[in-house]
């Protein structure tokens, strides 16, 4: 078997991707809107294009004429993968499900309307006036959303009336694509949040790796582990739910759902509410590659792409990740890295650097992963993952007289 892969969006992600589809000997075609992102320094082609032009997407398409296309960002002219699929190429996980999860509206409705799934309530805004409304509809506290977006850019929490302008600029500013649309929903109290990796294979057999739990921060996850503790119940109705919304959209791979879960008190069943879903490996679950599982998210991910079987997903250890991030007031530079020897001298830890070419403030340049034994309790590895990471510096470099250095 050899085929060859065009992937759609060629950042932290992806690069793991890449490196595991490479693994089983396929050829990797990567696809970014600026050179030198990080899966493009592993691939065996790339391509700079704004995926947003349909034309220049379906160009790409018909010079490397692949046998497989992965998305894996949302920016993308997705109403184009239905012809592709209808010209014989495998579109991961498929061409609905990627249209679909590629937007807040569509996947939200099919899991609350279509399926009945417990969700916040929702409303949707087209302007700052819908958005208000919205805002009195569902309650406030309420979070806002764009509908097209990723790591938390554009959301933000409205706490009273006063926040709503603000908070549309925001979601406005952190839009992906052409969309100028927010969805609005209540603030659900729970207790935890949760990241249920789910793989859909050719064979039907569904699979399910342990929770994983997370903190988030401006709205992107700042540590995970794994596996989260939860009640056996919500983890049964949960993986039920990740189940019927996989089947209803479509294809093989590793999807990445996200549930808001509320305990029960006193006897109590507690509550799952179904909160996002992407089509590809999720960000949380980098903590699959300090060797949690028989196989990373991203292993995963390749061998349900190519329709190799995954008889089970084996939990080996407990792990967990922290972000290595550039700081606040971060400028634009190459990133300059200090601090990793340290960093490395911590037991039981590893690293992960992204290779991004840029600096920007909190973007995610790296993670730092942790791991013990099953027995180890995750709060301490957390701490340990986040101590790794707290050593590591990132700043802008400079050429001087002896070399490199950071400024």
Request: aromatic share 6%; proline share 5%; net charge negative.
């Amino acid at each position: 078997m050899k085929k060859k892969v065009l992937l759609l969006g060629s950042g932290e992600l992806g690069k793991e991707v890449v490196i595991a589809l490479q693994r089983l000997g396929q050829h990797v075609v990567a696809v970014d809107a600026y050179p030198g992102a990080p899966a493009m320094q592993v691939a065996h082609e790339c391509e700079v294009i704004d995926m947003l032009d349909g034309d220049a997407l379906d160009a790409v398409v018909a010079k490397h004429a692949p046998d497989i296309i992965v998305p894996e960002v949302e920016s993308i002219r997705t109403e184009r993968f239905y012809d592709y699929e209808g010209q014989g190429i495998q579109v991961v996980p498929s061409a609905k499900a990627a249209q679909f999860t590629m937007n807040r509206r569509a996947i939200r409705d099919l899991a609350a309307q279509d399926l009945g799934l417990k969700t916040a309530p929702y409303r949707y805004a087209t302007s700052l006036e819908a958005l208000r409304e919205g805002a009195a509809a569902v309650g406030m506290p309420c979070v806002v959303k764009p509908l097209m977006s990723s790591s938390g850019k554009g959301q933000s929490v409205i706490r009273s009336a006063a926040d709503i302008e603000a908070a549309w600029q925001y979601g406005l500013d952190g839009s992906r694509g052409d969309l100028a649309e927010m969805i609005v929903e209540a603030f659900i109290d729970f207790d935890y949040e949760i990241t249920l990796l789910t793989l859909t294979q050719a064979d039907g057999n569904t699979l399910f790796c342990p929770p994983i739990g997370h903190r988030q921060e401006r709205g992107d996850y700042q540590e995970s582990w794994q596996p989260a503790a939860m009640e056996p119940a919500l983890l049964m109705e949960a993986e039920r739910m990740a189940a019927e919304v996989t089947s209803a959209l479509g294809g093989c791979g590793i999807w990445g759902v996200e549930f808001f879960i509320q305990s029960g008190q006193e006897g109590e069943p507690g509550t799952v509410y179904f909160s996002e879903l992407s089509p590809r490996p999720h960000d949380t679950g980098m903590v699959t590659l300090a060797g949690t599982q028989n196989f990373s998210e991203f292993e995963l991910h390749a061998r349900a792409i190519l329709g190799l079987p995954v008889a089970e997903i084996a939990h080996h250890r407990n792990g967990a990740s922290a972000v290595v991030l550039a700081p606040e007031g971060a400028t634009a530079g190459v990133p300059f890295f200090s601090g990793l020897a340290a960093a490395a001298a911590v037991p039981k830890s590893d690293i992960r650097l992204f290779g991004k070419p840029a600096l920007r403030p909190h973007r995610r340049m790296g993670v730092a992963l942790a791991y013990g034994t099953v027995s180890d309790g995750v709060e301490g590895l957390v701490a340990q993952a986040k101590e790794v990471a707290g050593h590591i510096v990132v700043s802008a470099e400079s050429v001087g007289a002896n070399g490199v250095e950071a400024v």
